[in-house]
């Protein structure tokens, strides 16, 4: 049977325990994805009290600042909306490789002024400080705390005590920006950023929940699969956006006919499909 028993403070490790214990009120950077929101669930666990600060704009799909409204208050964070337009920066408007520290500095230079006077956390963790994370560089110069990375937790430990204490979808699957979508150099607009998150908002309720839909020029749109739907009957356990789990054994990827359709509905009608890899970084590598 499952366990019912509610999550307790004392199942997270006493260096995360110790950091949370110097801020007994603080404002967490909450995107929805699985690290902020384990690092609000331990804080709200360990007692402290949470502000939920969330970036919204043409970048963020709103079904995602949707669930994180939904998933903090019903937690019992505060929970604010940050309006943030990266498009009127201008690294970002013309798509430069350093476009992701630009668009972080921005956002938490905002997310700072909101939560003035308590300190502001985000999710960062420690796998992250190995890799290739150009948003890093921000967060360290404007003094943001990184409590998980801090006690050593790495994505693996997270999930683990995600489950451990009884927070949902232990699982969850990586949901980047909207602007990781288009290559280096491409110039975004806000009806191509709202045509990719209407698109993988359908493909997600399709049943699809490792993959990209990427854009570059001189090419046709790309959806990527990731090794979850590339290798049916593989031992796997993710979430999509919306929700729903899905678990146990890797199912195979939809018909390519019912994604082609969908992908031609926004305007993706000559959209290629593959399955080369893993999804995340892929401009990077």
């Known amino acids: ?106 956002a938490f230079t905002a997310l700072l002024a909101t939560a003035a006077p308590l300190p502001l956390c985000d999710g960062t963790n420690a796998d992250d400080l190995t890799a290739h994370r150009p948003g890093l560089r921000a967060l360290r110069e404007l003094g943001i705390r990184s409590p998980l990375a801090e006690a050593g937790l790495s994505k693996a430990d997270i999930r683990a005590l995600a489950a451990r204490t009884g927070m949902d979808r232990p699982d969850q699957a990586a949901r980047p920006c909207l602007l990781t979508r288009l290559a280096y150099g491409m110039q975004p607009d806000a009806a191509t950023l709202a045509r990719l998150a209407a698109t993988e908002e359908e493909l997600e309720d399709l049943g699809l929940w490792d993959f990209r839909l990427r854009l570059a020029p001189d090419a046709p749109p790309r959806l990527q699969l990731g090794p979850a739907h590339a290798m049916p009957g593989a031992a796997t356990a993710d979430t999509t956006a919306s929700g729903t789990t899905v678990s146990g054994t890797a199912p195979p990827p939809p018909p390519p006919g019912d994604l082609l359709r969908i992908l031609a509905r926004h305007g993706f009608g000559d959209a290629t499909i593959d399955a080369d890899g893993p999804v995340s970084g892929y401009f990077d590598r």
């Open 1 to 106: 049977m499952p366990n019912t028993a509610p999550p307790r403070s004392d199942a997270l490790p006493p260096a995360l325990l110790d950091l949370l214990a110097t801020m007994p009120e603080l404002a967490v950077a909450l995107s929805g994805g699985l690290d902020s929101r384990f690092l609000t669930h331990a804080a709200l666990l360990a007692g402290c009290r949470v502000t939920a600060l969330h970036i919204t704009g043409p970048h963020m799909p709103p079904r995602e600042t949707a669930e994180a409204r939904r998933w903090a208050t019903a937690r019992g964070a505060t929970f604010t909306a940050v309006p943030l337009d990266p498009l009127t920066i201008p690294a970002i408007a013309t798509g430069q490789r350093d476009r992701c520290y630009h668009c972080k500095h921005a």
